[in-house]
């Protein structure tokens, strides 16, 4: 089949290559020239596991190929999907989706022929039926419109596109069905993918729900952890026992500092925007409580940190390991480590920043802190360790604290992502501080 991804970010590169290595023939459209060029040389801009080799093989191959160039595709592809932004509004009230409007209007005047547009980007309640306009404005007649929102994990991207645990689509004719059957095909042959069909409206408030629901289960376990550092109570174990439970599962329940990165926020607050809008006034208002809760557990990591600086962050240097929002990503949009590590800043610390992915996109948003080239390069003379981001390099190698105990001045590991086994830290020397659980002390 015949297919362009219009917009190709942290959604579009990745589904533009997957779609590539399903066996289709794929245009990307990346309006900025630096970005389309790199994308062309078979190189993505932004660290996502895997991407780098299916651009490689397919941009070789000839199957994949990119191009600014939006007439091309309208004269290439039988099936367009839409990939573009659709950030927060300035003023916080829903999604900006001007660039998914913009992209049809592009669209549409340029296309000769019958062919269907496939939406995956997020958008507010009422989009679909907004770009339908634009659609039955055509002069040619046969464009058909579906939404397909993307369940996507950063850093799994490329994996969960491929193997994805549903695939939805919001349709309203027989012939826009056959389009997307078809351009799942090799995913739903294998027979352990569920299409699931509804109305547009219906797969719109769907990604929506499920997005705010996983924010609503990661804000509940935080909400757990400050209970648990009231009470003395251990709030791994707690995540444990109600991850037994088949109703609620482990998935989620692991506490920390919370949820970042470029969907969760920006859905929660433009989902609640929405439906408070709409009148949904309880479900807004404990989308509210989630939301109030996500932010303050960063003030719970600063007291963390600061306990175990023994109450003085002035002056106190930490050896920061990770700047992305999470692990097997490039992305430090609205990166709670990030956050952490503005606020120690501001009382004075100085931050000494790693990350294996990360650094010169964090250094670019954050000059004001020093970078490192090494975990243990970022560690040296540090009077507290934080984890603020969970990479295995730093959370399963049990070497790295026993490399680095003799180049920091304490052996104090604040974990606020509750990411590590403590055990190989403890037999290093170390103290381990975690929110949610008491202090371990050193076995040593």
């Known amino acids: 089949m015949r297919v362009s991804v219009i917009g190709c970010g942290h959604l579009g590169a990745p589904h533009a290559a997957a779609m590539a290595e399903l066996g289709h023939e794929v245009i990307g459209i990346e309006l900025d020239l630096e970005k389309c060029l790199a994308l062309n040389s078979g190189t993505s801009y932004f660290y996502e596991a895997g991407l780098d080799d299916l651009l490689a093989k397919h941009t070789a191959g000839g199957r994949l190929r990119f191009t600014t160039d939006l007439t ?173 439970d088949k109703r609620i599962g482990h998935g989620a329940l692991r506490p920390g500092i919370g949820y970042g990165g470029g969907c969760l926020p920006k859905d929660v607050g433009a989902f609640t925007f929405r439906i408070g809008e709409l009148g949904a006034t309880n479900a807004a208002a404990l989308l509210e409580a989630v ?9 719970a990591a600063v007291d963390l940190v600061e306990c175990a600086a023994a109450g003085h962050l002035h002056g106190t240097t930490i050896g920061f390991l990770g700047a992305s929002f999470k692990a097997g990503t490039s992305d430090v949009r609205d990166s709670p480590a990030l956050r952490l590590a503005e606020r120690l800043h501001q009382r004075g610390a100085i931050v000494v920043i790693y990350d294996p992915e990360s650094v010169e ?51 104090i590991l604040v974990d606020v992502r509750n990411a590590v086994a403590a055990d190989p830290w403890l037999k290093a020397g170390w103290q381990v501080w975690q929110l949610g659980r008491p202090v371990q002390h050193s076995q040593v």
């Open 72 to 244: 091309e595709a309208a004269e290439f592809a039988d099936l367009h999907f839409l990939a573009v932004g659709t950030p927060l509004r300035e003023d916080g009230r829903g999604y900006d989706v001007e660039q998914v409007v913009g992209a049809v209007k592009a669209l549409v005047p340029l296309l000769r022929r019958p062919c269907t547009i496939v939406g995956k980007s997020t958008v507010t309640v009422g989009t679909v039926a907004r770009l339908r306009e634009i659609t039955d404005s055509a002069t040619i007649e046969g464009i058909e419109l579906v939404w397909n929102p993307e369940f996507l994990r950063e850093g799994h991207a490329v994996e969960d596109s491929l193997f994805p645990d549903r695939i939805l689509a919001g349709l309203s004719s027989g012939t826009a069905r056959a389009a997307i059957e078809e351009v799942y095909a090799p995913i739903l042959a294998r027979g352990d993918v569920k299409l699931i069909v509804t109305d547009p409206t219906t797969a719109e408030v769907a990604k929506s729900a499920a997005n705010a629901f996983l924010a609503a289960k990661i804000s509940y376990i935080n909400a757990m952890a400050e209970v648990c550092e009231i009470t003395g109570a251990d709030v791994n174990q707690v995540a444990y026992v109600m991850g037994v």
């Open 291 to 299: 939301g109030a809760v996500n932010r303050s557990r960063l003030d």
């Open 361 to 411: 996109a964090a250094r670019r948003l954050h000059p004001q802190f020093k970078y490192a080239h090494s975990a243990t390069a970022a560690l040296v003379g540090a009077d507290i360790t934080v984890l603020g981001t969970e990479w295995p390099e730093f959370t399963q190698d049990p070497k790295l604290p026993i490399d680095a105990a003799d180049t920091v001045k304490n052996r």
